[in-house]
């Protein structure tokens, strides 16, 4: 039988992230998280906490929870691949929204889109010069009925800033896509600025 004999000649590290980014994700109805979750791989999300909200639709047996949890890396291994990527965000437990504020790094820019927030947009924040050296980002992503006040106020007690993705409301999977891809080209646009 014929083959081929290969020989590893050099070895090369894979390029390190510029931003770091954890996505914090309210648990949708059906399998919209699939589709969340290829596309926050393809966006550079190094780690996804799914959490039950207030408002989920949602609310599974215990005993389902490590299935979907699997059925999810298993998601984010297979979008890795596709897009080229050489790591795969890690795929967390799933749990409720105040173990979800307990369970995000301590370090970087805690960010909660909220329809209801009127004074601050998003792209103010990420243009704001107190930010402008900040390479971690903590984005938390609501259910179909969106966050309660009440949740708002615990997770600003929790360092985050409640900001507005503009005048529409979006679903679900669309906010989460957009806030990815919004940061990613305000960081672009500022890293560019800065080498220009």
Excluded: N
């Excluded at 984005?139 to 507005?164: K, M, Q, W, Y």
Aim: proline fraction near 6%; aromatic fraction near 6%; charged fraction near 30%.
């Amino acid at each position: 039988m014929e083959g081929i004999d290969l020989e590893i000649t050099d070895r090369y590290a894979a390029p390190a992230a510029e931003i770091h980014i954890t996505l914090c994700q309210a648990v949708p109805k059906a399998e919209k998280m699939d589709g969340i979750i290829r596309h926050a791989t393809e966006l550079g999300v190094e780690r996804i906490i799914p959490f039950f909200a207030e408002r989920s639709v949602p609310h599974w047996e215990p005993e389902r929870l490590p299935r979907k949890r699997e059925r999810w890396q298993k998601i984010a291994v297979e979008a890795s691949r596709q897009c080229g990527r050489s790591d795969i965000p890690e795929i967390g437990e799933i749990v409720t929204f105040e173990r979800m504020l307990r369970a995000v790094p301590e370090s970087g820019l805690r960010l909660i889109p909220w329809e209801e927030e009127t004074t601050t947009r998003i792209s103010t924040v990420l243009r704001d010069p107190a930010w402008s050296g900040m390479k971690e980002f903590i984005l938390v992503i609501g259910p179909e009925g969106g966050f309660s006040a009440e949740e708002i106020e615990l997770a600003r007690r929790a360092g985050f800033l409640s900001v507005s993705l503009g005048k529409r409301v979006l679903r679900v999977e669309t906010a989460s896509l957009a806030l990815l891809a919004i940061l990613q080209y305000e960081i672009g646009a500022r890293e560019t600025e800065s080498t220009a």
